[in-house]
């Protein structure tokens, strides 16, 4: 039987690059959301997101095809059940990089899901990788810094807690609670 990993986290903690160096591992697979955000120039449909228009996203909802669903920054996100169900039978551990709300979600629905909070060392770093990062208008970064205080109350929900200062430190931290070797 697989296992469910959320990793949470605010934006800019670097959830998406520790996703990317933990799924080199043969076991690990990520999870694809689907949300109503538009594209970032570097993201494709299907690999990185499904981009699907605020009426597709509800109709997955009605039809029941979403483990967990939530609003982020006026976005919509959601994890597809399919691809979760079938990472379980298939002996994998399978990454859910979302935000809190989901993750309290997917935790009610799988109780033994193992789950991460990625913190920033501190608020100046979060900020300075959101504007390294370029992809986010000015208006929508502090959205996003307003919402990592929110977020940062609920970090003691969830199974650990890491902090992101040092990449590979990060990483491995992680694959020894994942009993990666």
């Known amino acids: 039987m697989g296992k469910i990993v959320i990793i949470s986290g605010p934006s800019g903690s670097g959830k998406t690059t520790v996703c990317k160096l933990l799924e080199k ?10 949300t109503t955000r538009p594209p970032r120039h570097n993201e494709k449909n299907g690999e990185s997101y499904y981009f699907v228009s605020a009426a ?7 039809r029941k ?11 919509c996100y959601g994890t597809p059940v ?15 990089e979302i935000e809190v709300q989901g ?17 920033p060392p501190d608020k100046n770093t979060l900020g300075q990788r959101l ?9 929508d970064m502090l959205l996003r810094l307003e919402t990592a205080d929110k977020e940062l109350e609920f970090k003691d929900r969830y199974d650990y807690t890491v902090v992101n200062d040092d990449l590979d430190a990060t990483v491995n931290t992680i694959r020894k609670i994942l009993n990666l070797g």
Request: glycine share 2%; net charge negative.
């Open 103 to 119: 993750a309290l979600q997917i935790k009610e629905k799988f109780p033994e899901a193992i789950s991460i909070f990625l913190l």
């Open 82 to 96: 399919k691809a979760l169900k079938e990472a379980l039978k298939n002996e994998i551990l399978y990454l859910l």
């Open 131 to 139: 504007i390294k990062r370029n992809t986010n208008k000015e208006d």
């Open 65 to 75: 095809e979403l483990a967990e669903y939530a609003t982020y920054c006026g976005y």
């Open 25 to 34: 591992d043969q076991h690990v697979k990520k999870s694809v959301s689907a």
């Open 56 to 62: 597709e996203f509800e109709d997955m909802i009605q």
